[in-house]
């Protein structure tokens, strides 16, 4: 079954995919770190018992102890759980559907943090998904709610709506013009943060970066998603008309055939190249130069990463062979 | 440990991360965890964070106000000071037995907002009993309304009378 992210999704030229996740914590068991690894998997059992048969779809729970290495950090470089959920094993569960799209952390920071991913802008319909989801979980477990705070978090920065929608943009002709921290100045007034995705968080590999609310508390969750959705949007605007802008300039299209050509032609090739290069193809794709989809080139973010390669291939590869095989799936794209 | 962006102050925060296939962490000090974009954020794509003393609770980590911090919370023992000291409630229940010492970090985080959205199905004991600050979201939210048809009059008045109200008390 194809996952969420070989889909295709809205503005998918300039956005990768929406992430909307909520963080619930059942009555009567403690907060996470005050409790035991038998209370988390009985969280987890409750869980199960709910999904059976009760939503269309069906949820696979699976502890984090069976899980070998490789796998733990592919699904964090799918996004599908974070670094810190695969810090350790113990008392951690993943629940999830079979294309990703919707999933359940077990007893990370907070009890359940109930997450949709999708590809494209899709707000939305990704709060949507994980609203009836929570709903749905709510009716047994029961979750810690308070009228005046709200929902009840772990960290006490998290309470209110515990709602955090986020949206991963690729950003390479802002990022060439200089313009990200003003944007970034612009959006935290706005109550947005922007960030890095992936490296560093000023200057993250292949420009990709995640733009997410800030505020939990005093703000409703259509509100939020409402706010994030639109300047979002304007966001895009910007990136599409640098774009173009930057076509004009015959010493960026030189970069563009040369990136062009690395992933036409490279042999071997690391995943921070291959995101540099496809960052820059991207602007000759919007441009009409390039006739690749974007949909294909943004699933190669997802798939080729080190461990999710690893995985592919059933084995940890050495960085050679590795970066080898990523060049051979790149070709194939490039054909 | 120092702070690996800046190299100058104590790192508080502690950045999980993924990089070429294996996990890593990274320790930034308040201000460069900030300015990243770090601060605040629950593990959302690729990040998450240990909450540290001094990033949710500045106030108590110079000197320690008037407060008992040895108080504990009756349902799950955590005390005050390890809810200082780690960032992190206990449980459910730690928020009303230490409502009064959290209120300044909470308005310092949230402001002076409450809740709005979606309700849950059920409800643990409520947290005080806030008939005051029940009259001012009340009429934060008449304000909004009023603002949104762009009845200015009537905005103008009921923000005076927040102010008034606001200004008459000092709960942080
Ligand atoms: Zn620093
Ligand atoms: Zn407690």
Redesign the interface.
Known sequence: MAKWYQLQGAENDVVISTKVAIARNVKGYNFTVRLTDDEKYEIADKIDEILDGKLPGKFVSTPMVEVGRDLQISLAERNLVSPEFVSFSEGRTLVTTEDESLSIMVCEEDHLKIQSLLPGLELEKAYELADTLDTILDEDLQFSFDKKLGYLTQCPTNIGTAMRASVTLQLPALSMRGQIPRLANTVAKLGLILSGAYGEADNPIGSLFQLSNQVTLGISEQAAIENLKSISLSIVEQERAQRIELMNSLKFQDVLWRSYGTLKNARVISFGEFMESMAVVKVGVAAGEIAIKNERLNELIFTMQPATLNVEYGQSLDRQVRDAKRAEKIREVFE | MLCQNCGNAEATTHI????????SQIHLCYNCAEH???A?????????IS?MLAN?FPEFTRALPSVDISERCP????SFEEVVR???????D???VFYDK?KP??SR???R????????????A??ES?KF?DTISKLKSDLQAAVDVQNFELAAKLRDEINALEGGTDNG
């Not at chain 2, 999980?16 to 996990?23: D, L």
């Not at chain 2, 349902?75 to 955590?78: D, E, I, P, Q």
Request: hydrophobic residues 35%; contains cysteine.
């Open positions: 999980k991360r993924i990089v070429n296939g294996e996990a990243l974009g770090y605040n954020m629950f593990s959302g794509f690729g990040f998450n909450n949710f349902t799950c023992g955590t780690s960032g992190m409630m206990g449980c459910a730690c928020y009303s959290l970090s909470l985080i949230h402001g907002a409450t809740h709005v959205g979606k309700s849950g199905a059920f409800e643990v409520p947290v806030p600050e």
